[in-house]
């Protein structure tokens, strides 16, 4: 059996048909769900990529990749992610992975799906091969594509103390302008990241920017500003 039918099979097991609307509807998919909550999918995946090998980084690209386009229902999108992230295949989180991830952001386009492979995936990309990635995160911050846009904002959050912050307010820039919410929470949300080890600073450039709204309670909302 293929790992693709396994993925398939394993969520049909643990499905529960009578939340898959409610699930749809919280989140605004127009692809439908199976009603597999996170818990159990997660549990199931583990077993099937266990048993399901792949030999390598080709292969395991053709995989996500495959279980991404062919998904029919979301929470195969969601196995596609955690194949991506699995730990048997950490050493195959190289650069030639970055076109695999931008297919998935451009085409995933919400936040469910895209955060994780910012925050994660092109984040954990960006620490290892700042060289080349730095460059093109400044590349998807001018990007038309809203969701590259928000990766190159998020794919710091999880950095802390090592966030280059010149990086950080060059990927903000752009879109400071723009009003769409989820621009708008991006900015917000990665400026709340680094809050949490450089507050002062985060409430400096919020009031050298002239930061509203949306962005400026989610970048302060942890910080007691005077």
């Known amino acids: 059996m293929s790992l693709g039918k396994a993925v398939r099979l394993a969520l049909q097991e643990v499905a529960e048909p009578g939340k898959a609307e409610t699930m749809r509807a919280y989140m605004k998919s127009e692809m439908p769900f199976l009603g597999v909550k996170a818990v159990p999918r997660r549990s199931v995946l583990r077993v099937v990529f266990s048993e399901h090998r792949l030999e390598s980084a080709p292969e395991w690209r053709r995989a996500v990749l495959s279980l991404w386009r062919e998904a029919e229902y979301r929470e195969e999108r969601y196995a596609a992610i955690e194949l991506s992230g699995h730990r048997l295949y950490r050493d195959y989180q190289t650069l030639y992975t970055v076109p695999m ?26 620490a290892t091969y700042p060289e080349s990635m730095r460059p093109m995160m400044l590349e998807w911050a001018h990007d038309a ?7 190159a904002i998020l794919c710091q959050n999880r950095f802390k103390e090592r966030t280059d912050t010149a990086l950080l307010y060059a990927c903000i820039e752009p879109s400071l302008s723009d009003n769409e919410f989820f621009a708008r929470k991006a900015i917000g949300w990665a400026l709340r990241e680094y809050a949490k080890v450089n507050p002062a600073e985060v ?20 910080v007691p500003v005077t």
Do not use: F, P
């Open 203 to 222: 409430v400096r450039y919020v009031r050298a920017k002239g930061l509203t709204g949306l962005s400026k309670r989610e970048a302060l909302r942890n």
């Open 145 to 151: 594509d809203l969701w590259k846009r928000r990766t």
């Open 101 to 126: 991830y931008e297919e998935m952001i451009v085409t995933g386009a919400w936040w469910d799906l895209v955060d994780e492979l910012a925050t994660h995936r092109i984040g954990h990309l960006l």
